[in-house]
């Protein structure tokens, strides 16, 4: 299928014509389109070309507007203000529009990127042996969105769970239990992943506590680290039972969140082992990184600590051991030299900023990252809770993801079912929809807000059917799919010649700037700007339904050309919805 033309790109087109034949010496000036109260369409670039020309500004825009031809594709356009042009659309335009972009069933007219290129995209990092939080959801949800809204736009995108399986929390775990065996006294098949991960959790936590307050343990679970890293297959055996176990778990609460994680993408602190020597080496003899006090580090003119000092990136330790930085830039290396990156991606709590800063710093001065390998990390805030603090249950103990999926879950299908009745569903699919409710309704109250921005976790309000939910937006998609399968014998059509009223010219101009909307948060990793026009589509076919009856409209091809808009709208909004990992059921 060609590529679809937008209504904004036609009319900037017609524009930047008219510029050059007003002002020739303008070269290619953007004219600023964009959408407007006042018309469908607003250009304000006059007034900054005028400003360089020393022209009159409103002269200038009464000349540009002089040059453009009004007909297909403008209907109107008049100066208004100090120079500003206010462009009002042909219905004909629209309408073809619409049946072009209908015709392309797979993308609705959403072209692949320009020049698309290699992403790695670190996110859904669970630590092995502990339970997952609720401050594991965002970095999943935003993840697997961008994860989506990249491969949309044809990016090759390589995912990796950099999940937290190594370091000193192994020897003190292994250590434990060889001296305490029956405090794991399971059988693997015996039991559910959340029922082994419960006790691997517990274990964790009474580890902990023995190391923090006995140091002759804490000095054996020490040693035990060394046989981890040493390869000792009495250790390395335990160690991958803790590791396999804790992937069972976590791919079952990946599961509940309707994600797809596979093996192959879990290339945890572990995997890089073989690299941390030789990439201390290759820091060290470049001279980006020295040795002070016995550990080798990294320093910055711009962080200093409290005492005015530099605060360095430790790669290694004065005892020998490596910390985070040297695990991150290890992976660094592999996915440029390796996986061929051009762009590596990290969704990462925002409180870890300054690590990342300092190793991305590092990478650059090693020559791994540069002008052409970029790498970003897209922060994120904090799950409150009601009261706007960070999110704790009543005993303080931080939520369980898997608890909270649960009540997500539990209160919509409690939504789904009061309204089941009217539509006629069955029991199960009462415990579908509630699944497709409940996790959506999770998903979109994450992805609508700002990834750095904190945001409230309010179960009640992700759930309603008022405002701007997930639950909003399938019950809009849900009412198309009635009106769709009422329509008896009449079929979608386009129908160029008929006029549209304004609540149908509303929305087939907002439904043309789908294309773009996906472009921008594809290329800024911004999901929110996804779900803000969803929201808007979603508010426009309500108006649109209050003003301009579907099945009952004047005539069979009014009836046609609507249909049309109403299908396109929905497919739409599936597609869109499915981009940020969130389904949309057929009855609802």
Request: hydrophobic fraction near 40%; aromatic fraction near 8%; charged fraction near 25%.
């Amino acid at each position: 299928m060609a590529s679809v033309t937008s209504l904004s790109d036609s009319v900037q087109q017609h524009l930047a014509t008219a510029l050059s034949a007003a002002l020739p010496d303008a070269g290619s000036a953007d004219p600023l389109l964009r959408r407007s109260d006042r018309a469908d369409f607003q250009a304000n670039g006059i007034l900054a070309l005028a400003k360089k020309a020393k022209a009159n500004p409103r002269e200038l825009a009464t000349q540009v507007v002089s040059h453009i031809v009004t007909g297909d594709v403008i209907k109107d356009i008049e100066v208004s203000g100090p120079g500003f042009l206010n462009i009002t659309i042909s219905d004909k335009a629209i309408t073809e529009n619409l049946a072009t972009r209908y015709a392309d069933t797979d993308r609705l007219g959403v072209p692949f990127a320009a020049h698309p290129g290699t992403t790695v995209i670190d996110y859904a990092q669970p630590n092995v042996a502990k339970e997952m939080h609720v401050g594991h959801l965002r970095s999943a949800v935003i993840g697997d969105a961008v994860v989506k809204l990249l491969e949309f736009t044809g990016e090759t995108v390589v995912r990796r769970h950099h999940i937290g399986d190594w370091g000193t929390q192994f020897g003190m775990l292994i250590q434990y239990l060889d001296e305490h065996p029956h405090e794991l006294d399971h059988k693997a098949d015996e039991v559910s992943g959340e029922e082994a991960m419960s006790n691997l959790d517990r274990l964790y936590k009474t580890a902990r506590k023995l190391f923090d307050s006995d140091e002759e343990f804490k000095t054996r679970a020490r040693r035990r680290v060394v046989d981890l890293q040493a390869g000792d297959p009495h250790t390395l055996a335990t160690w991958q039972k803790f590791v396999d176990e804790s992937k069972i778990y976590f791919f079952s609460v990946f599961e509940k969140l309707d994600m797809e994680i596979r093996d192959a993408d879990i290339v945890g602190e572990s995997g890089y082992n073989d690299m941390l020597a030789e990439t201390c080496r290759l820091l060290e003899e470049s001279g980006v990184a020295v040795r002070s006090e016995g550990a080798l580090c990294v320093f910055f003119e711009d962080v200093k600590g409290p005492d005015g000092n530099p605060v360095p990136l430790i790669v290694q330790k004065s005892d020998g051991g490596y910390g985070y930085a040297a695990t991150d830039l290890s992976a660094i290396r592999d996915r440029v030299f390796n996986l061929k990156a051009n762009s590596l991606l990290y969704v990462v709590d925002a409180r870890q900023a300054l690590h990342f800063r300092m190793v991305f710093e590092t990478a650059r001065r090693a020559g791994w990252l540069n002008d052409d390998v970029k790498a970003f990390q897209l922060a994120f805030g904090t799950v409150l809770g009601k009261d706007g603090k960070p999110f704790k249950t009543r005993e303080g103990e931080t939520v369980k993801l898997v608890d909270l999926l649960d009540e997500a879950v539990e209160r919509a299908t409690t939504v789904v079912r009061e309204k089941a009745e009217k539509v006629g569903l069955s029991e199960q699919e009462i415990v579908e929809n509630g699944q497709y409710v409940g996790i959506g309704a999770v998903k979109y109250a994450d992805l609508s807000t700002s990834a750095v921005r904190d945001y409230k976790f309010d179960l009640d309000q992700m759930v309603s059917l008022n405002g701007d939910t997930s639950v909003y937006l399938q019950y809009a998609y849900a009412r198309i799919k009635s009106i769709l399968r009422k329509a008896g014998e009449a079929r979608p059509a386009a129908h160029p010649e008929l006029e549209l009223a304004p609540a149908e010219r509303a929305l087939g101009l907002h439904v043309d700037a789908f294309a773009e909307t996906v472009a921008d948060a594809a290329t800024e990793h911004a999901p929110h700007k996804l779900t803000a026009y969803l929201y808007q589509l979603a508010s426009l076919l309500t108006t649109f339904y209050d003003q301009c009856p579907v099945l009952k409209a004047e005539t069979p091809e009014h009836v046609e050309n609507r249909l049309l808009l109403v299908d396109l709208t929905a497919r739409t909004l599936h597609k869109g919805m499915a981009l940020l990992g969130i389904r949309t059921p057929e009855r609802l």
